[in-house]
């Protein structure tokens, strides 16, 4: 891939684990918004990958184990960010991120460095457990940050290429797009947000919730 001609053009990175339901249908409907597409499966045991149809402006990074989601992401945003792009989505592979939605992220980077997908316009769709727990996860982050988080867990982002490039992240779990928040507050990045839709199925979450407390927890005091 020729560096040079990704300038000004948008990759998404799209990481999964066990998704072969969902993951075909995902990356067809991103591919209608993006330039390229970053497919991290990260040590699928349900042929996940062999369910990719598309090829084309498709890359597909295999993890052998499952290392991590925040692992995952730091791989496909190197790749996108050595191959050239200067803007990168992240969403996720169970349908619960709508990819016809990513035009209003890309229009927030021209006044936001991060822009986040906001779901808690309209809370009936999500489960009592996450909104506690989102609700209280932000507030503590607008605290660090010195910046009104207001959905810090959700994972449907896109990113001005700087900020992948100035920001190490050292965790590998879904605490890490947190610590991308708390990092980038201290480089006076701007976190902006749009509203999107709630979408939840009959997908079982895969984070474990006090393991994941307590590494977000841990982030506090970076």
């Given amino acids: 891939m020729n560096r040079s001609n990704n300038i000004n053009k948008v990759a998404a990175v799209i990481p999964f684990y066990n998704e072969s339901k969902t993951i075909n249908e995902v990356i067809e409907k991103t591919l209608r918004h993006v330039n390229y ?4 499966d990260d040590g699928s045991t349900d042929n996940s990958s062999q369910k990719i149809t598309s090829r084309e402006n498709v890359f597909i990074i295999r993890n052998p184990v499952n290392c991590g989601k925040g692992y995952a992401l730091k791989t496909g945003m190197k790749k996108a960010i050595d191959e050239g792009f200067n803007k990168i989505v992240t969403l996720d592979a169970d349908l619960q991120h709508n990819p016809d939605e990513i035009p209003s992220f890309l229009a927030g980077l021209k006044d936001y460095h991060i822009v986040i997908g906001n779901r808690l316009k309209d809370l009936s769709e999500m489960p009592m457990q996450r909104r506690m727990s989102n609700k209280i996860s932000s507030k503590l982050l607008s605290i ?17 290429s ?5 920001i190490k992240t050292e965790k590998n779990g879904y605490e890490a797009e947190s610590e991308i928040l708390i990092k980038s507050s201290r480089l006076d990045y701007k976190i902006g947000f749009v509203n999107i839709s709630t979408i939840y199925g009959e997908e079982n979450s895969k984070m474990n919730g006090l393991k994941t407390t307590i590494d977000f927890i841990r982030l506090l005091f970076l």
């Fill in 162 to 166: 700087e900020v992948i490039e100035n």
């Fill in 37 to 40: 597409i970053y497919a991290v």
């Fill in 144 to 160: 660090k940050t010195g910046q009104k988080i207001i959905d810090s867990q959700c994972g449907f982002r896109a990113y001005r």
